[in-house]
């Protein structure tokens, strides 16, 4: 009988063949091991497909799928959301990496405060004392009084599946200004848990959206 991972670790990959390996070998070393890796090609045009499916053969855990179109980086990442198993959704960029800790902190972390709907990577408050729980008006209220903790990106974050659901996914219009905006819709209706930092090494590099979005 099939059993439902408790994380879906999501990757959509575009042209990422310099990449994309070392993001999936940084999620199959996590010391977390009850999660399913789901990998959604978008019409890449170079070998970042075949890289990627390059690993089935050595892992069960691992799905791969490529879109009929190019779907653009927000509607890909609803497409995964929607093939996802678990009950946490813990996204990662085909050019970033986890730190081997890293699924493992955010799962106790959320686990710690069922209620929550989004855990966050922030420097709020004392860092011995993470993982903690903010209140869904506390934690609006930090945002717009200057910590920010709510503009990371989904590699920073982990969501609770079912308050994807209810907020509507990304809106995928707004370009990377959607990852803030899920986020605050989130941390709207469910608290928000802060965990430690420095858990993923995110890149920077030329060809990221991020990079030539800047403006």
């Known amino acids: ?7 879906s670790v999501l990757m959509t990959a575009y042209n990422r063949e310099k990449y994309i390996g070392e993001a999936i070998e940084s999620v199959l070393q996590s010391t977390y091991k009850n999660f399913e890796l789901i990998i959604v090609d978008d019409c890449s045009v170079d070998d970042t497909l075949k890289i990627a499916s390059s690993f089935l053969k050595n892992d069960q855990r691992i799905q791969v799928f490529k879109n009929n179109s190019n779907l653009g980086q927000f509607r890909n990442r609803n ?6 198993n678990g009950e946490y959704i813990k996204f990662l960029d085909s050019d970033d990496k986890l730190m081997p800790n890293g699924i493992d902190k955010m799962v106790s972390a959320m686990l710690a405060y069922p209620e929550a709907g989004i855990g966050v990577q922030a420097p709020i408050g004392n860092a011995n004392k993470q993982p903690f729980e903010l209140s869904p008006h506390k934690s609006i209220i930090l945002h717009y009084n200057g910590e920010n903790h709510l503009c ?14 209810k907020v509507g996914l990304f809106e995928e219009s707004y370009g990377i200004l959607s990852d803030t905006h899920l986020n605050i819709k989130i941390a709207s209706e469910y608290s928000t848990v802060i965990f430690e930092r420095n858990l993923f090494f995110w890149r920077r590099h030329l060809d990221q959206i991020t990079t030539q979005q800047e403006d």
């Open 1 to 7: 009988m099939f059993q439902s991972p408790l994380v």
């Open 79 to 84: 497409k995964a959301i929607c093939l996802a």
């Open 152 to 165: 990371y990106g989904p590699t920073g974050v982990i969501f609770k599946k079912e308050a994807l659901f």
